[in-house]
């Protein structure tokens, strides 16, 4: 089992930037994919970005692309989502999880763990 905290959220001026940060505990984190999804009320939850347990395979949602980066740490076993040039329709509940390798790295359906989700509110 994997356990996962988000933190880093908060309130963010259109243009500024956030850390967010998933703490993982629990076994073989390091051979799990991990991504962060994303959902604002009366929608879907949304992929955001993906990052293959090796680190080599990286994907972003084209409405992230260029502004979002997502990386690794394995020896400490934290994921982390720079956001970069935050605009309004970012604003959501972002979450991020794990699953196993070869699964699908850009739907809901290839990730096993969840974390509780942290708050991103960007106001213009």
């Known amino acids: 089992q994997v356990q996962l905290v988000e933190s880093g959220g908060g309130l963010v001026q259109a243009g500024g930037s956030l850390r967010l940060s998933c703490a993982a505990s629990?076994?073989?984190?390091?051979?799990?994919?991990m991504g962060w999804f994303r959902q604002a009320p009366g929608k879907e939850r949304e992929f955001v970005a993906a990052i293959a347990w090796a680190g080599a395979n990286i994907y972003y949602a084209d409405s992230v692309k260029g502004r979002f980066t997502i990386s690794r740490d394995n020896a400490i076993n934290t994921v982390y989502l720079q956001m970069n040039s935050l605009k309004p329709e970012d604003t959501a509940v972002y979450y991020c999880a794990a699953g196993v390798p070869l699964s699908s790295l850009t739907t809901t359906r290839g990730y096993d763990y969840w974390g509780q989700g942290t708050q991103v509110t960007v106001s213009s």
């Open positions: 629990g076994r073989t984190y390091n051979n799990y994919n």
